[in-house]
């Protein structure tokens, strides 16, 4: 039940980021239409993941994924559904609904979900194959995640052009994303989780994680070249920005 209520909090806390991105834009000297997309959504399962699990351990990773399922959901639910409204006019209609749901990602969601409900985990590790089936699954997702981050990488592009606009997104992601991201924390998921130091630290790897990896794939199909190559430079500076705060936050925590 704890689980379900932390999810609902993040899907509302990421909502909210996206809102008052809306509102910052009405704001002429900071106005541009990707702000709002660039401070709502975290690049989760392909940095926060590898990040958290590297200094905290693959057993800690729990903790973690409390967060990004809302995170998720948030992503492939309104975020990038609200780019086709936006960019390209598009209305939110069923078939836009069945092609959310049968994304991978949602997929692998719902059958976790589904997993963890019919408590098949337990089956799964007291059975020999389908236990077998697992750990393969789990040494494929990490020679997985480095070639993703590869390709991905090579995707992004980095352009002098636009390097004050991304380090102004960046900038003003930070502050919304910390400020508000610790004003939930402390009145609605505090009494929720309790006294927890690891989901301490998950709660703050989460929050400094970059824009999705995906953004400028996403709004390279929804909008302009501009806006494509600038969402890249952005989410180049905020990988940047979010490795550089997580060393900081290692070596004094």
């Known amino acids: 039940a704890e689980y379900f209520l932390i999810f609902l909090v993040i899907f509302i806390m990421m909502s909210f980021f996206y809102l008052v991105g809306v509102g910052l834009n009405k704001i002429r000297s900071i106005s541009h239409p990707v702000l709002p997309f660039s401070v709502s959504g975290f690049s989760f ?14 057993e800690n990773v729990g903790k973690l994924s409390i967060l990004g399922v809302g995170n998720e959901f948030f992503i492939w639910l309104m975020l990038y559904p609200l780019m086709q409204v936006k960019f390209r006019k598009q209305k939110f209609s069923l078939k836009t609904a069945i092609e959310i749901i049968k994304s991978p990602i949602m997929l692998s969601i719902f059958l976790g979900i589904f ?13 020999p194959i389908a236990n077998g089936f697992y750990t393969t699954l789990e040494y494929l997702s990490n020679i ?17 052009k636009y390097m004050r606009e991304s380090m102004r997104f960046i900038v003003i992601r930070t502050i919304i994303i910390l400020t508000i991201g610790y004003v939930f924390k402390y009145v609605l998921i505090n009494p929720i989780m309790g006294s927890d130091k690891i989901f301490d630290y998950a709660y703050f790897t ?15 199909k929804s909008s302009t070249k501009e806006h494509e190559e600038l ?8 990988t940047v920005a979010s490795i550089a705060l997580f060393i900081l936050f290692v070596l004094i925590k």
């Open 45 to 58: 399962g392909l940095m926060g993941i590898p990040l958290f699990s590297t200094v905290f351990g693959i």
């Open 144 to 160: 997985a995640t480095p070639l993703i981050l590869i390709i991905i990488g090579f995707g992004l592009k980095f352009n002098k």
């Open 115 to 127: 997993f963890n409900i019919a408590g098949l985990g337990i089956w799964i590790q007291n059975n």
């Open 206 to 220: 989460f929050l400094i994680l970059p824009p999705p990896l995906s953004l400028s794939i996403f709004l390279g």
């Open 231 to 238: 969402a890249s430079n952005t989410v180049v500076l905020g």
